[in-house]
């Protein structure tokens, strides 16, 4: 089983910059990749962006251009590098392992970390 643990949300103001880190233990040799997932109040969690274990990146139309996932393999730890924060990036983002799709992510969750992008 992979631990997998979020920080670094919080308040910004739009047009702001936030990075997100997601730390892995446990049986990480099972993952194919990392990815983000976010959700709003009221939605559906959705898949934001994506790196496999050979560091290929996938992002979501809404966050391309924004948004830039890495990964550093000593530390076990893929980031988040979020710019030009909008207002409706407002959600609990969460990461998570998976072993053959980013839609298809391992069935345990964190508890996310909060980002709230507001005036």
């Known amino acids: 089983q992979v631990q997998l643990v979020e920080f670094g949300g919080g308040l910004v103001q739009p047009g702001g910059s936030l990075r997100l880190s997601c730390a892995a233990s446990?049986?990480?040799?099972?993952?194919?990749?990392v990815g983000w997932y976010r959700q709003a109040p009221g939605k559906q969690r959705e898949l934001v962006a994506s790196?496999?274990?050979?560091?290929?990146?996938n992002y979501a139309d809404s966050v391309k251009d924004r948004f830039t996932v890495s990964r550093d393999n000593a530390k076990n730890t893929v980031y988040l590098q979020m710019n030009s924060l909008k207002p409706e990036d407002t959600a609990v983002y969460y990461c998570n392992a998976y072993a053959a799709s980013p839609y298809q992510p391992f069935p345990y969750w964190g508890q996310g970390t909060q980002v709230t992008v507001s005036s």
């Open positions: 790196i496999t274990n050979s560091g290929s990146t």
């Open positions: 446990g049986s990480i040799f099972s993952i194919n990749g």
